[in-house]
């Protein structure tokens, strides 16, 4: 079945996925998953170094902790959302219950928000909709 989901290994390179997260158990189960599916994944722990690294790398999806150091996720969204022609794929993922932080989410341009913990099929499956 997973291999039903595999990413179309054609001649074109596999599509570039941005994990920020400061939570490193975290991070591996995600860049596990991602990487078995074909995605090739770039990490950054915390927000200045993963907005640093959306500039930089130019992923096809960020994915993306509410809760960091340095800079917040909601901060980071909103530099992407403001900073790029073209628009990113964005998941904001969060271990946060209020509903006020997700329609803020909502309102700067986030594409899926995911409530931790989550299943990660929940996550690959917003990874593989966004994506498509």
């Known amino acids: 079945m997973a ?4 990413v179309e290994s054609s001649a ?3 599509k570039r996925i941005l994990l920020v997260d400061d939570d490193r158990e975290i991070i591996e189960s995600m860049r596990i998953a991602l990487e078995a ?3 090739k994944v770039l990490i950054a722990r915390d927000g200045n170094q993963g907005l640093a690294l959306a500039e930089r790398e ?3 999806l960020v994915i993306l ?5 340095k800079r917040s996720g909601f901060l980071v969204l909103e ?3 403001r900073t790029r022609p073209v628009p990113l794929r964005i998941i904001m993922v ?3 219950e209020g509903n006020r932080h997700k329609a803020y989410a909502e309102m700067l341009g986030v594409d899926d928000y995911i409530r931790k913990p989550f299943a990660m099929d929940r996550l690959l499956d917003s990874v593989s ?4």
């Open 79 to 81: 530099k992407i959302r």
């Open 3 to 6: 291999d039903e989901k595999r």
């Open 37 to 39: 599916m074909g995605y």
């Open 94 to 96: 969060t271990a946060n």
């Open 65 to 69: 902790d509410m809760m960091m150091p």
């Open 129 to 132: 909709r966004l994506l498509a």
């Open 58 to 60: 130019d992923p096809d």
């Open 12 to 14: 074109q390179s596999p």
